[in-house]
């Protein structure tokens, strides 16, 4: 599955194939059932899909022959006139590969409007402010907790914001570790095209996915400025003794962290794979895990 | 825990008394002065709207589809709302009822064979849809109608306690009194001449339309490890239900 730039070419060269191809696959209970199950749970991991997948074949009586992909594209042809696309993306910290059901004509966080105030949106928003701000795509709960109390619509009190924070988390906006709030992979696919529309350059894509890059490492030389996701690095410089930002060849000062490349993991990337040389093992220090 | 309030206010106010239905040569006049595109764009915003309001199971009114999405493009009402449950249907396997036709209210049920690994109302993986399906069987297994106290008692022995806050559900009685009873899972209805005041539990519409009693009789024969043709008559009235449920 090609992997492209900005979420909204990627749906119009899949249009572009659809229409050329001809008729996709018909619709059978068993993709109703696939698309029931994916829009209650919002966002699904690789192999949890595949099982839905499975499941949802066998339930329903279709041959399971066909690859999740070819299922999922057949879903997406009849999306596509609703202005909804299953999407294929990556999380930031682990390289795990997700399914996500997303409104393609957003401009706003439309789908968490119905279950939070307003001011709970603002919240939120602010805290999306602060993680594009900052060099390793976080926010901290301090920083939240001060946001809260200038709020436009309506002040938060620590307790509230607190509370707040936990159901985000809970319905799979964000995630928390020590303290520290990221962007959930739900938030970034969801809402790709309304945070290019917010923060347009103050957003940087990872120069191997080219994918929005929150959590990343950054080129050591200030004017290259380069993004690069953890597990984007892991992928792309295992195994290299000496490894070069891709755009300014600037050594890559950053620890690479030693992770799994599952091949469901190179598929999301294909150019990793033909770049990552033969090289022998590396020295202690490149397979060190960072933080 | 901090329902939108202002909002819900609103729309529960919202009144139908300026829409009357075009007639079919009005919508007929209307469709020839509009695009394709247009009224697909418009279909599109109303099947989202929807999804997005069925997302909290609270019945959605026809007054609030044409207020907020259909607007301006009235006269068409009818064949937006035709096009608009074809998507459903084919689609997503889902059907919009009308559970209150004086106020033209609907939800959105499944359509779709029930599930055998799971049924319906498990699908979504909450804990509060286990909490719900407990209240709903014991409902179930009393012939239909409990005193309150009854399902207090069983939720009690799960150590679930109305009193107190619970640690995955919070306000347990406001959740189940209040929340299910919104969402049309459960009716909550005062027994008169009661003192103190008692209420008894049945199940709500939405309930009676989206879940299985086959299935719960097959549910509560595994808990017991009997047969649900143990329990005749649980046993002919769901039999009856599923057949109703078939003809949605």
Same mark, same amino acid.
């Not at chain 2, 995955?168 to 008169?192: A, H, M, S």
């Given at each position: 599955? @090609?992997?492209?730039?900005?979420?909204?070419?990627?749906?119009?060269?899949?249009?572009?194939?659809?229409?050329?191809?001809?008729?996709?696959?018909?619709?059978?209970?068993?993709?109703?059932?696939?698309?029931?199950?994916?829009?209650?749970?919002?966002?699904?991991?690789?192999?949890?899909?595949?099982?839905?997948?499975?499941?949802?074949?066998?339930?329903?009586?279709?041959?399971?022959?066909?690859?999740? %992909?070819?299922? +999922?594209?057949?879903?997406?042809?009849?999306?596509?006139?609703?202005?909804?696309?299953?999407? @294929?993306?990556? !999380?930031? %910290?682990?390289?795990?590969?997700?399914?996500?059901?997303?409104? +393609?004509?957003?401009? %706003?966080?439309?789908?968490?409007?119905?279950?939070?105030?307003?001011?709970?949106?603002?919240?939120?928003? @602010?805290?999306?402010?602060?993680?594009?701000?900052?060099?390793?795509?976080?926010?901290?709960?301090?920083?939240?907790?001060?946001?809260?109390?200038?709020?436009?619509?309506?002040?938060?009190?620590?307790?509230?914001?607190?509370?707040?924070?936990?159901?985000?988390?809970? %319905?799979?906006?964000?995630?928390?570790?020590?303290?520290?709030?990221?962007?959930?992979?739900?938030?970034?696919?969801?809402?790709?095209?309304?945070?290019?529309?917010?923060?347009?350059?103050?957003?940087?894509?990872?120069?191997?996915?080219?994918?929005?890059?929150?959590?990343?490492?950054?080129? !050591?030389?200030?004017?290259?400025?380069?993004?690069?996701?953890?597990?984007?690095?892991?992928?792309?410089?295992?195994?290299?003794?000496?490894?070069?930002?891709?755009?300014?060849?600037?050594?890559?000062?950053?620890?690479?962290?030693?992770?799994?490349?599952?091949?469901?993991?190179?598929?999301?990337?294909?150019?990793?794979?033909?770049?990552?040389?033969?090289?022998?093992?590396?020295?202690?220090?490149?397979?060190?895990?960072?933080? | 825990?901090?329902?939108?309030? &202002?909002?819900?206010?609103?729309? #529960?106010?919202?009144?139908?008394?300026?829409?009357?239905?075009?007639? &079919?040569?009005?919508?007929?006049?209307?469709?020839?002065?509009?695009?394709?595109?247009?009224?697909?764009?418009? $279909?599109?915003?109303?099947?989202?709207?929807?999804?997005?309001?069925?997302?909290?199971?609270?019945?959605?009114?026809?007054?609030?589809?044409?207020?907020?999405?259909?607007?301006?493009?009235?006269?068409?009402?009818?064949?937006?709302?035709?096009?608009?449950?074809?998507?459903?249907? *084919?689609?997503?396997?889902?059907?919009?009822?009308?559970?209150?036709?004086?106020?033209?209210?609907?939800?959105?049920?499944?359509?779709?064979?029930?599930?055998?690994?799971?049924?319906?109302?498990?699908?979504?993986?909450?804990?509060?849809?286990?909490?719900?399906?407990?209240?709903?069987?014991?409902?179930?297994?009393?012939?239909?109608? $409990?005193?309150? &106290?009854? =399902?207090?008692?069983?939720?009690?022995?799960?150590? =679930?306690?109305?009193?107190?806050?619970?640690?995955?559900?919070?306000? =347990?009685?406001?959740?189940?009194? #209040?929340?299910?009873?919104?969402?049309?899972?459960?009716?909550?209805?005062?027994?008169?001449?009661? #003192?103190?005041?008692?209420?008894?539990?049945?199940?709500?519409?939405?309930?009676?339309?989206?879940?299985?009693?086959? *299935?719960?009789? #097959?549910?509560?024969?595994?808990?017991?490890?009997?047969?649900?043709?143990?329990?005749?008559?649980?046993?002919?009235?769901?039999?009856?239900?599923?057949?109703?449920?078939?003809?949605?």
């Amino acid at each position: 599955m @090609k992997k492209n730039a900005a979420g909204s070419r990627f749906v119009l060269s899949r249009w572009r194939k659809e229409t050329s191809a001809g008729m996709a696959a018909a619709m059978s209970d068993s993709h109703r059932r696939f698309l029931q199950i994916i829009m209650c749970h919002g966002i699904m991991e690789g192999s949890q899909a595949r099982a839905v997948h499975q499941h949802c074949c066998q339930a329903y009586g279709t041959q399971h022959t066909r690859s999740l %992909d070819e299922f +999922v594209d057949t879903i997406n042809s009849q999306l596509q006139p609703l202005f909804m696309q299953i999407r @294929k993306g990556m !999380s930031e %910290d682990e390289g795990l590969q997700y399914y996500a059901l997303v409104n +393609v004509a957003d401009t %706003d966080v439309t789908k968490m409007s119905s279950d939070y105030a307003a001011n709970e949106l603002e919240l939120f928003r @602010k805290t999306m402010d602060l993680i594009v701000d900052s060099e390793n795509g976080t926010a901290s709960s301090t920083d939240i907790l001060n946001c809260a109390d200038s709020l436009q619509t309506s002040k938060m009190k620590k307790k509230e914001t607190e509370q707040v924070l936990s159901r985000l988390v809970q %319905d799979k906006w964000l995630n928390e570790k020590h303290g520290e709030y990221t962007l959930s992979t739900r938030s970034i696919m969801e809402m790709e095209q309304y945070i290019r529309n917010t923060y347009q350059d103050l957003v940087k894509s990872c120069a191997i996915c080219h994918n929005i890059a929150f959590q990343s490492q950054m080129c !050591s030389n200030q004017s290259c400025g380069v993004k690069i996701h953890i597990p984007c690095a892991a992928r792309y410089y295992k195994g290299r003794a000496d490894p070069r930002c891709p755009k300014c060849s600037e050594f890559w000062s950053h620890e690479i962290p030693d992770m799994q490349t599952s091949s469901q993991a190179t598929a999301l990337n294909p150019r990793a794979s033909t770049k990552d040389n033969a090289a022998p093992a590396a020295s202690g220090s490149q397979s060190r895990r960072s933080r | 825990m901090f329902p939108n309030k &202002s909002i819900e206010m609103v729309m #529960e106010e919202e009144e139908d008394v300026s829409f009357t239905q075009p007639s &079919s040569s009005q919508v007929q006049r209307g469709l020839d002065r509009l695009t394709p595109a247009q009224v697909d764009q418009k $279909v599109a915003e109303v099947v989202q709207f929807i999804l997005i309001k069925d997302q909290k199971k609270l019945p959605m009114k026809r007054a609030d589809i044409v207020k907020h999405v259909i607007k301006e493009y009235k006269n068409i009402y009818p064949e937006i709302m035709k096009r608009v449950n074809m998507k459903f249907e *084919k689609v997503f396997g889902l059907k919009l009822v009308e559970i209150d036709a004086k106020n033209h209210a609907y939800i959105l049920v499944n359509k779709l064979e029930q599930d055998p690994q799971q049924p319906d109302l498990m699908s979504s993986g909450h804990p509060k849809t286990g909490l719900l399906f407990v209240i709903l069987s014991v409902i179930f297994m009393k012939g239909g109608v $409990v005193k309150e &106290s009854v =399902v207090w008692n069983v939720l009690k022995k799960l150590r =679930v306690d109305q009193g107190e806050k619970h640690e995955e559900f919070g306000d =347990v009685k406001k959740l189940v009194t #209040e929340e299910f009873v919104r969402q049309r899972y459960l009716e909550y209805i005062r027994i008169p001449h009661t #003192e103190p005041q008692e209420h008894e539990f049945r199940w709500g519409l939405r309930a009676e339309k989206e879940v299985s009693k086959v *299935k719960m009789l #097959e549910f509560v024969g595994q808990l017991h490890a009997q047969d649900p043709q143990v329990w005749t008559k649980q046993y002919k009235e769901a039999r009856a239900a599923e057949g109703e449920r078939g003809q949605l």
